[in-house]
């Protein structure tokens, strides 16, 4: 993972790196590093967040028309001052910040302290700047080109940006398999992990493609190649100013101001894509290619985490509403087996980010294996997105909180309303049903209002368990993925072991977990699924379970064998999943916070994991 930011210019380029790396905090935030030129390369590195790292450098002489800096997602190496980037070659001449993992480190090591090199770090990014600078010390190279020859012999992943006191004028930068956005001005250029902290400055970019580095110099002029050494000419992309608002308002961590935003973030999501007049669902990226929808033999999603719970609830509709073969893969494991993909398959691939290497991976095989891809992403021109033959946007706006909750809901609105649309194409729902649930969407934004109001409920409840060491998750159908997303919540933020099952397989194990001081939270608003989501809660209270209740408003669930009973705004059945999330989010906030954790930036997580 990690964040990368630089800047080369005329201006001091340390506040602006220092601003950008701040907005990559959601890459990583384990230790941060800068280095400046200024007539000499000053270097600063520190354990801890960006903050930490402003605290620490805030004595020293900052000004300087080149910067770089990095926050850090350990892989290779504790995090701690040693570790961070930026990291500098033996001689002091060449300093690096890398994104990514060289896979064959331990042999370029080797290799290197046979030629008498050693190590300040554990890192395989240190092995990458020593074995730049064996290559241009051996062969009297300039930097551009002992960067790009050293290139030529690693394996893995990287973004990286290089910096050469004896050529005080310009930076190199080369990219595989991780983002590295360029920004154009006049007279400088930015660089960044991704296009967020650049569009402020310019919106003008270039997305570094695989394989391709450039040199950047300090009047704004680049100059991009392959690493065959073949001039690249790029495509100039132009982005939106990214004007969202980083500010917490009223709230305590973006977590809680992302969950609030949801009335606002899933209209954002729905309304574009529903005309009320005509009670239709418009999605041009199905409309455009009705043909490959409606003769689809499968579809396969594939996600991680919470983007994979949201693949699952869309299994449940798409098989009920659109008659077609859903398969839901993790990521991770897709392209590690031979998963059968043919021409006529659609794999949809969702994303918050858009960056995480697994799903990017597993994208790029169904790419070459022919199926038609559709990604389902929030952020805009993300490598996921730029991979597919179509992409629909969340439409969320930024989500900094690590814990998906925003774009969780707006995956699985887009995604009942996918299903919806391709019911209607392909003519396997009654026009009828179509055309009572469509405007039951537009009224989500205001049931996500109502659910919102169980807060203080939600608190109570995390007062009753934020002490216990685990918790239970269960629900049926399409609350089965509900039950592992707030489970999924829960131990990311508040580190309490939690396991999401679908309620009648607690029968066949987990039971013997039950004891009074296990609570096991039922998600129970499918009124189909009620008698029996009544007896499995019976088989728990008889084991002494402490048990917490959600149901839909005015449904009948008998009080005596719950202790805490919390009622969901009547809906259709199929967007019950939607509004049932909620109250988990705010039950794993409430945990984690009075167990004193950052809910924010909980430990050894990253928001974008960009390594495999
Ligand atoms: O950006 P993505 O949706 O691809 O991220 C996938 C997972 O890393 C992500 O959902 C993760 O599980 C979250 N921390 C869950 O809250």
Request: glycine share 6%.
């Amino acid at each position: 993972m990690c964040g990368i930011m630089g800047y080369i210019g005329r201006k001091d380029g340390y506040p602006i790196v220092i601003d950008g790396l701040k907005k990559l905090e959601y890459r990583g935030y384990d230790s941060a590093g800068v280095a400046i030129m200024n007539g000499t390369l000053s270097l600063y590195k520190k354990q801890g967040k960006v903050n930490q790292l402003e605290q620490y450098v805030h004595t020293q002489k900052t000004n300087g028309n080149i910067a770089l800096g990095h926050t850090r997602w350990a892989t290779h190496g504790i995090p701690n001052d040693a570790n961070a980037h930026p990291h500098r070659s033996q001689s002091g001449r060449i300093v690096m910040v890398h994104n990514g993992i060289i896979e064959n480190y331990a042999a370029l090591k080797s290799f290197l302290t046979t030629k008498g090199y050693s190590f300040q770090s554990d890192t395989d990014s240190e092995v990458l700047v020593q074995y730049i600078e064996w290559y241009q010390s051996t062969y009297q190279l300039k930097i551009g080109e002992a960067v790009r020859r050293a290139l030529g012999d690693i394996e893995g992943s990287y973004a990286i940006v290089v910096l050469d006191s004896m050529n005080p004028e310009s930076v190199i930068v080369a990219k595989q398999d991780n983002p590295l956005v360029l920004g154009l001005n006049e007279d400088e250029i930015y660089i960044a992990s991704d296009a967020n902290p650049i569009s402020t400055y310019t919106q003008e970019v270039i997305f570094l493609q695989d394989g391709e580095c450039a040199e950047l110099f300090d009047d704004g002029t680049y100059h991009i190649y392959d690493l065959e050494n073949e001039n690249v000419i790029p495509e100039i992309t132009t982005v939106k100013c990214c004007d969202e608002n980083y500010s917490l308002e009223e709230y305590d961590s973006y977590m809680l101001k992302e969950i609030f935003q949801q009335p606002q973030s899933v209209e954002a999501c729905i309304s574009p894509r529903v005309d009320v007049l005509q009670n239709e669902i418009l999605i041009p990226e199905i409309d455009n290619h009705k043909r490959i929808f409606s003769q689809a033999g499968k579809i396969i999603i594939v996600g991680c985490g919470t983007s994979w719970h949201a693949g699952l609830i869309g299994e449940y509709l798409i098989e009920s509403l659109a008659d077609i073969s859903v398969e839901v893969e993790y990521a991770s494991e897709f392209r590690y087996r031979s998963p059968i993909i043919r021409e006529n398959d659609i794999v949809i691939a969702i994303s918050q980010s858009g960056e995480t290497a697994d799903t990017l991976a597993a994208l790029k095989l169904a790419n070459e294996k022919g199926a038609f891809t559709y990604a389902l992403v929030n952020t805009e021109g993300s490598t996921i997105a730029r991979h597919s033959d179509v992409v629909s946007y969340l439409n969320v706006g930024v989500e900094i909180g690590v814990a998906s909750t925003k774009a969780f809901t707006a995956q699985v609105s887009l995604l009942t309303m996918i299903a919806l649309k391709i019911a209607r194409i392909k003519g396997t729902i009654k026009y009828n049903e179509y055309k009572s649930i469509v405007p039951q969407l537009s009224d989500l934004p205001g049931l996500i209002a109502q659910t919102l109001k169980s807060n203080d409920l939600m608190l109570e409840v995390a007062m009753s368990h934020f002490e216990k060491d685990h918790a239970l998750f269960l629900g049926r159908g399409p609350n089965f993925p509900v039950a592992l997303e707030g489970a999924l919540k829960l131990k990311e933020i508040s580190y309490i072991h939690a396991e999401g099952y679908p309620a009648a397989e607690m029968k066949h194990g987990p039971i013997a977990l039950i004891d009074e001081n296990m609570p096991v939270f039922v998600i129970a608003t499918n009124s189909s699924a009620l008698s029996k989501m009544i007896s499995n809660v019976q088989e728990i209270k008889s084991r002494k379970g402490q048990v917490i209740v959600f149901k839909e408003e005015g449904q009948e669930f008998p009080e005596e064998i719950t202790d805490h009973m919390v009622s969901i705004p009547k809906t259709h059945e199929l967007l019950s999943p939607i509004l049932a999330s909620i109250p988990l989010q705010l039950f794993a906030y409430h945990a984690a916070k009075l167990r004193g954790c950052n809910v924010d930036q909980p430990r050894n997580l990253a928001k974008s994991v960009t390594v495999e």
